[in-house]
């Protein structure tokens, strides 16, 4: 069985300080204004972010939006970035306040209750080629409300951890969890068919 | 354990974070109670499931292939910062209205807080133990983010006021009076604190409509903030205002915007002044056959409006230069032939925004000498030093901008600095382009303050340049400003006469501009023609690149001087012609023989684009005519040709000009499709044309403009092109 594992955070093995250096120098070259290296950046971390905003925005537009917007703000915002944390999660960092405040802002009519947005919110230009399941998946995720879905990206597609969470999005931890645990009944309740037939 | 504990403690089981003692009581309790290892395996299961089918279902999501090139746009294009984008904790906001939310939202909470925690002592004195440990305690997260609270201290931009929160510094220890701007921000950090932290959605950011809903979600998640004291909350509601106030009277700034491109408010530009642009108009060529005009490299109106259009306001028609647009690309032009200073380009072929016309593209090509081969440089850099000069997006992009220049020195350049502000003074003598540590040491150091005292600082420049003259080198004086110089009504015009005499003694002068609010505009402008210079304006370190680094031949070493163009127009073969542009640039027809007219200047590599639209003769429009003379008769040639193009320049140091013609006959109208440079340089053209709602701009559309350049964008190693088709999309969006 497959098990797609990324490592957010990795410690003290030798590939993980390969891959350090190799990022400092990215970030270095970025600060210095090479254009290569501000490609590399860009080429190498977009199409996760991607796949990221996709689930936390509901919308492949506002997705690419977001993403783009994340990574202009964060090349010019560069000397930011202290290196405590992986390059990656300080973009996804970028990414879920984009999201928040640029991306959801332009839906002017959002109510300011928990409303969760429609489940058939379809943006102009989604993929219908895609299978179902995909479009099942997607749709559940969509149809949380936007702080659920937050947890739920940063968890069980970042595969960060709860106490990593907290401090991605600005929550205590028993935030986190309790989001967690309402965010899950509500995709299990929406998801039984498809989870089921991936079971084990 | 109870199961309740016992379930509370999943998450951080299955990460592993759990202490041993913890674990081990966690499996003590698995081992007994069925329920709760049954909901331990269905996490376990249900994490594995949704973590595969989420990147199933997002598998085939492909960033766009130009990704590179939109990011590249969206950096030069200077799209505003958004205040919250780098870190949730990381919450100077800058918007006015945010601040009026911050301030009901810290007294709601405080007086809610009050009610219901408790914890608050109505001391007056401000809480140490209480409260600082609660606030750090939020402080600190940021920092272990890697995320500081405190303003960018990169390496090549270097903020005078570092705002620095550290851990150990309680905020409501946060100071009430000047600055300003750290304690509204401060307060403002704290405002964010509440607003991210309930997980509020990002349009709560705009006031009135948060406050009163928000308030019972902010306590449920803020407790720690309840503690604050009183008196605490009053100095940052103080801090507020005064936030506030000195933010209603100068533009909105950021202090911890690394690239220094300001947001602000929309109508902000109350003191920047554009000259009125009457535009060319269509004139006949049987009474008009000569149109004379002074070329012009300056491309600030480009930055200039790309600006607006990314503040989301269209700009001023005054402030939209047709031909500084169009300039600002480079073209494609061939160089030079062997000991001749520049090409001439001609290219002619159907209007694109008037189908009966035809347009006309004239190019001047300067010859490209690589940096190694510049001849050495004496530079001055003039530094405007005054308050106003006091903003990230002025004196420390001066200093980042110079830097980049610095580093480009050889040892045989010199580099000396006066700074003008108050009074004038020398900062750093004549210094030769090795010694980079010394001169940048010199530009560390500045720092804004005091009234502008522009006109004796450029005494002292020039005076240096002259001391350090060298001949057959590129003498220059670099004045770096926001335009804003009070030297006094009376001595405007002294100004000006001083830098037209310096002129004659082969010291040039070239005016970067920053920042906006203060951007005088015409001021400059007519400051660097008169002193042989260029001009260009300065929104963004990338921009500096451009102008500095990319184009330092160009913008600072002239192969060329006084250079006009005079185009005769064939009565047979044109009807009317119209000059697109180049409004402030034009002479009379005398002026063009005339050697002691000044005109402009071309830089090593730079080009030169101008573009008539003509009216063929075939056309059934009618002008407005002249009777025919009664002592002279005009006796037609007879000829297929459109027009002639007679140039005019002066190589650096000589005093009599060269002339160079060339021809354009009728027959090399195209048919077929243009070349490349002409269909994107046209584009530019017509947006130009759009932006002015001129007149004369036919059917002209933002949608053609869009479909041609997209078409015509070519290979554009750096982008620009790229970025000028995201500012005329957005361009659209604002009509």
Redesign the interface.
Known sequence: MLHYKVNVNVFGDARHSQMMSEEQDMVAGVRAGDAAAVARLVETHSPRLLRSAVLLCGCEADAHDAVQETLVTALRLIGRFRGASSLYTWLHGILINVVRHTVRARKLHAPLEDVPEPADHRCPGDDCARTDEARAVRAAVAALPPEYREVVVLRYFEEMKVDDIARQLGLRSGTVKSRLHYAAARLRAALPPEMQRRGE | MTCKRCQ?RL??YL???LTRRQRENVEAHLARCNGCRAAYAA?R????????????????????PN??F???A??AGA?P??P???????SWIRLHKALSLGIVACVILVVVGVTRYGTVRRATAPHSEDTAPIVAHNLE?P??????VAV??????HVKREVSVSASAALPQVPVVAPAMPAGAASAAVAG?IA??S?A?????VAG??AP??APRLLR?SARLSAMSERSELMLADSCVAYDNRRAAAPCVDV????ATVQAPARRFDTEDYSRIYENEFLEARNNPLSTFSIDVDSASYANVRRFITQNTLPPKDAVRIEEMINYFRYDYPQPDEGHAFSITTEAAPCPWNPEHTLVMIGLQGKQIAVSNLPPNNLVFLIDVSGSMDEPNKLPLVKAALRLLVNELRPQDRVAMVVYAGAAGVVLESTPGSDKARILAALEQLQAGGSTAGGAGIQLAYKIAKQNFMTGGNNRVILATDGDFNVGASSDAELVRMIEEKRGDGIYLTVLGFGMGNYKDNKMEQLADKGNGNYAYIDS??EA?KGLVNEMGGTLLTIANDVKLQIEFNPATVKAYRLIGYENRMLKAEDFNNDKKDAGELGAGHNVTAFYEIVPVSSTQTFASVDALKYQATVPQASDELLTVKFRYKRPGETNSVLLTKALGAALVKDSEPSETFRFASAVAEFGLVLRDSEFKGSASISNVLARARKAKGADH?GYRAEFIRMVEQAELLR
């Open positions: 509370d998450y951080e990460d592993g974070t996490e299961v249900f994490a594995q499931q949704l973590t595969r089918a989420l990147h199933d279902a997002t598998a085939d999501m492909q960033p766009a990704v590179v939109k990011v590249n969206g950096l799209t910062v958004h919250l984008h780098t870190g949730v904790r990381m997260q920092q272990k983010n890697g995320a500081p960018m201290t990169d390496e090549s931009l604190q991210t932290s997980g959605r990002g349009r709560a950011f409509e948060m809903p928000a998640s911890c915007d690394t690239d370190l990338m690149k750096e």
